[in-house]
T-cell receptor, first 111, second 113 residues
Framework: GEDVEQSLFLSVREGDSSVINCTYT??????LYWYKQEPGAGLQLLTY?????DMKQDQRLTVLLNKKDKHLSLRIADTQTGDSAIYFC???????????FGAGTRLAVHP | DTAVSQTPKYLVTQMGNDKSIKCEQN?????MYWYKQDSKKFLKIMFS???????INETVPNRFSPKSPDKAHLNLHINSLELGDSAVYFC????????????FGDGTRLSIL
């Protein structure tokens, strides 16, 4: 079946690292994605990882993938107030590239 | 130079009316999508077209009819609008070959009175 789960809320202090976790059920997923949605805005592609990789780093963002446990995480280093948003984890299945989204994690960054 | 653009950004209308949302992408992608985001922010795919052909059609009422005149455009027409249709509708596009990531528009917020 298709199911992607995320915790709903995360609160961090400015300057700390944030870690947002996601689990998925479909082992045939080819890519896993992180999208960011700021209030009233669209979905911004942050980063993505191919299912045969276990880590990807892009500036302040680090994605870790544990394919055995079907667990994906997004670490944001030196979190800033501008990082406050909803972060969506999504998996895609090969072929039609259909995205299955998690419910989103609302990240709040406080001083 | 917007990559995926949707119009209108806001749409307020009465129950029972028919409305359309337009989407255009200038990324040269061959596949376009419509997603619905409900009031709890949950996102679900509705339709997908590849080179003007329907390839994904989730369980969506047939009041919703997508139309793709060419691969750069995917419009969504909704007949007999209901209160439950209130949501944000997102258009996206991607290159299907190689499972390239989807790029999203800014969304159309539809409110039914």
């Amino acid at each position: 079946g298709e199911d992607v789960e995320q915790s709903l809320f995360l609160s961090v202090r400015e300057g700390d690292s944030s870690v947002i976790n996601c689990t998925y059920t479909d082992s045939s997923s080819t890519y896993l994605y992180w999208y960011k949605q700021e209030p009233g805005a669209g979905l911004q592609l942050l980063t993505y990882i191919f299912s045969n990789m276990d880590m990807k780093q892009d500036q302040r963002l680090t994605v870790l993938l544990n394919k055995k446990d079907k667990h994906l995480s997004l670490r944001i280093a030196d979190t800033q107030t501008g990082d406050s948003a909803i972060y969506f984890c999504a998996e895609s299945q090969s072929g039609y590239n259909k995205l299955i989204f998690g419910a989103g994690t609302r990240l709040a960054v406080h001083p | 130079d917007t990559a995926v653009s949707q119009t209108p950004k806001y749409l307020v209308t009465q129950m029972g009316n028919d409305k359309s949302i337009k989407c255009e992408q200038n990324l040269g992608h061959d596949t376009m999508y419509w997603y619905k985001q409900d009031s709890k922010k949950f996102l679900k795919i509705m339709f997908s077209y590849n080179n003007k052909e329907l390839i994904i059609n989730e369980t969506v009422p047939n009041r919703f009819s997508p139309k793709s005149p060419d691969k750069a455009h995917l419009n969504l027409h909704i007949n007999s609008l209901e209160l439950g249709d209130s949501a944000v509708y997102f258009c996206a596009s991607s290159q299907l070959t190689g499972d390239q990531p989807q790029h999203f528009g800014d969304g159309t917020r539809l409110s039914i009175l």
